[in-house]
């Protein structure tokens, strides 16, 4: 029980980097990020690297990234990948 309610998030801007032009037809990608709260934060881009905020709080994450064709049909996926938050 804490006093005061929850301390609140300490937000991170992490860079993830991929690269469309590997994959045929690929235009974006997905990157979901999982906290270790199990709260996932998802983002879509076109361009690399992609911003995603994570929670510094909590310690490390791990991204998920997926390559979209331009209609958002699933192309591809990394391998998962913990991303380190300071």
């Not at 709080?57 to 979209?68: I, P």
């Amino acid at each position: 029980w804490r006093l005061g309610g929850l301390a609140q998030a300490v937000n991170r801007t992490l860079w993830v980097s991929f690269n469309t032009a590997g994959v045929p037809q690929a235009t974006q990608a997905r990157i979901t990020l999982t906290q270790p709260s199990g709260v996932t934060v998802t983002q879509t881009c076109s361009a690399s690297p992609c911003a995603v905020q994570a929670d510094a709080r909590q310690g490390n994450h791990v991204a998920q990234l997926v390559y979209l064709s331009a209609s958002g049909q699933i192309l591809a996926s990394a391998d998962a990948m913990v991303l380190v938050v300071q």
